[in-house]
């Protein structure tokens, strides 16, 4: 038994990967004062409890109560509604439907990377954060409401899901206060709520009043028929649209805020990228057909995932009681998978604080146990975004480095922060400079 209460309420995101790096994989119980989980970090650990004996060990309890109360009953859920869901879900998020979306979202993301001209021409820093968020939710927007929503609302679910994702700290920090009591961020976190439904319950009601036959997700939610044959409700439809919405593009944003430091710190990293991007993309703009050949872009992408993975902590909740490795595991209670934490075991990463894309050669790639780096889980609850991630997510970072280089200005060290999903505490600043000649410049 582990007594870290100070230090996970200050830092718990590296709270728990020291823990699991000082035990070598091993489970730890930690004493959180009235709340005591087991955090689990092995590779073969996790496989048991993500695919072996994933029923046993389900995404509810304390540490997925204030998560619920923006998800719903979803894609994120357990039990009938998310079997449901998931059949319905699943094929818009195969890889050959995702590409069949990547000329949409690539454009998407151009016009919008257009819009950061003005930034470099003014010398006037950028919110990562911020923009990065702006530009992925434009793209994710397309490909989860078609033409049915306004940019402008558009502009209002990205914010206020940001603030729903941050003001649930406390929440989950602390997950044994009870919900009669206020803590600081609920409030917040209530009128974020309210932001969202007011978006998305609109659009469903007007794509069901005006069936278009689209590809889009909402449209396919839309028209699809629960086991009884029946229309799903509205509800269940928002809460879908909310969870995808969240994996896609919150999930999405805020991996790449991490990656602009990162690059900065590892200029040898930066030149082979925009060598490679200069090479197959030029001035641009990059097209889905780029993103094949975007191969050290892609493993960059992956050790940017190894580091930060967005969704940095998976709780689980065991059924009735069991055993891990010799380590029994009572009934009702709170296992904590961490991917962080696993990404930055001794055993299993050569040097595994440093940033290193080679590590993802493809050569190298059979040497790794399966569970050993999960950015997007496992098992039957696999996030079904992943393809998604690797075409828009090059497209992004494809075009901005053909147009522009990149500086960031915020000093180091950065901290991650504990909302529901990974992001820096302090905000970085991106400095622009334009890649393109002026007109009649020589070359």
Not at 149 to 177: C, Q, V, W
Not at 415 to 422: F, G, H, I, R
Request: include cysteine; hydrophobic fraction near 40%; glycine fraction near 6%.
């Amino acid at each position: 038994m582990r007594k870290v209460l100070p230090k996970f309420a200050k830092d718990p995101v590296n709270t728990l990967a020291d823990l699991g790096r000082q035990n070598r994989g091993e489970i730890v119980r930690l004493n959180l004062g009235p709340f005591r989980p087991y955090l689990v970090t092995h590779p073969e650990h996790i496989q048991h409890l993500l695919r072996t004996d994933w029923t046993n060990y389900r995404r509810e309890g304390m540490f997925w109560r204030p998560l619920q109360r923006v998800l719903g009953a979803s894609i994120l859920g357990e039990g009938d509604a998310w079997e449901s869901s998931r059949k319905i879900l699943q094929p818009l998020f195969t890889a050959r439907y995702v590409a069949s979306l990547a000329e949409q979202m690539a454009e998407t993301i151009a016009e919008r990377i257009e819009e950061l001209d003005e930034y470099a021409r003014s010398g006037r820093p950028v919110d990562a954060a911020e923009e990065m968020a702006g530009i992925v939710n434009q793209a994710v927007i397309k490909v989860l409401f078609g033409s049915k929503i306004t940019r402008k609302d558009g502009e209002r679910l990205s914010p206020a899901y940001d603030t729903a994702a941050t003001s649930i700290n406390f929440r989950l920090l602390m997950p044994f206060m009870p919900y009669s009591v206020r803590v600081p961020g609920d409030r917040a976190f209530m009128r974020a709520v309210k932001v969202i439904d007011e978006v998305v319950f609109p659009v469903i009601r007007r794509a069901r009043a005006n069936p278009d036959g689209a590809f889009d997700v909402i449209s396919a939610l839309c028209r699809a028929r629960g086991e009884d044959g029946e229309e799903i409700d509205d509800r269940q439809i928002r809460d879908d649209l909310v969870s995808v919405y969240g994996a896609a593009s919150e999930s999405t944003a805020m991996s790449l805020t991490w990656l602009w430091p990162l690059l900065d710190a590892h200029p040898e990293v930066a030149a082979k990228l925009r060598e490679e991007i200069d090479e197959v993309v030029g001035d641009g703009p990059a097209v889905p057909e780029h993103v094949p050949r975007l191969r050290y872009t892609r493993m960059v992408l992956q050790e940017l995932l190894r580091l930060y993975p967005a969704g940095w902590i998976f709780p689980r909740m065991a059924v009735k009681s069991a055993e891990i490795d010799g380590v029994r595991i009572e009934a009702g209670a709170q296992v904590l998978i961490s991917p962080y934490a696993t990404h930055r075991l001794d055993e299993f990463w050569e040097r595994p604080l440093e940033f290193d894309p080679e590590r993802f050669a493809p050569e190298k790639e059979e040497r790794r146990h399966r569970y050993s780096y999960f950015p997007f889980g496992g098992g039957p609850h696999q996030c079904l975004g992943q393809h998604l991630f690797y075409v828009e997510a090059p497209l992004l970072v494809a075009a901005v480095l053909s147009r522009f280089r990149t500086a960031v200005r915020t000093p180091g060290p950065l901290t991650p922060a504990p909302a529901a999903s990974l992001r820096p505490k302090e905000k970085i600043e991106l400095m622009l400079t334009s890649n393109r000649r002026a007109p009649g410049e020589a070359s």
